[in-house]
């Protein structure tokens, strides 16, 4: 069975940072691009970043480049995603998904897995 479980969301101040990780089981981790996405309150799930199966490649959304920042570590079956600077717009539920793919997704019809989400919280 496949899980992935994504922690290190909570209340941050404007401007602040926080480091969220998803720890992944139940697959070959090492063969799935990786991927962030959030979802406001009343909102469309969004793309954030992605992560090729070897993290040689990374790619991001507007919204976060230069922010955030995704890297993995295929020893212990885990994503991370740094964010920095964060803003109020940054409220939403984040979530973690796999794509089998040894290239970066976009798409996120092409994710198989997801994680349940964690909430992030930014004040102004």
């Known amino acids: 069975q496949v899980q992935l479980v994504e922690s290190g969301g909570g209340l941050v101040q404007a401007g602040g940072s926080l480091r969220l990780s998803c720890a992944a089981s139940?697959?070959?981790?090492?063969?799935?691009?990786m991927g962030w996405f959030r979802q406001a309150s009343g909102k469309e799930r969004e793309f954030l970043a992605t992560i090729s199966w070897s993290g040689g490649s990374t790619y991001y959304a507007d919204s976060v480049k230069g922010r955030f920042t995704i890297s993995r570590d295929n020893a212990k079956n885990t994503v991370f995603l740094q964010m920095n600077s964060l803003k109020p717009e940054d409220t939403a539920v984040y979530f973690c998904a796999a794509a089998l793919s040894s290239r970066v997704v976009l798409s996120i019809r092409n994710y198989r897995y997801w994680g349940q989400g964690t909430q992030v919280t930014v004040s102004s």
């Open positions: 139940g697959l070959t981790f090492s063969s799935y691009a």
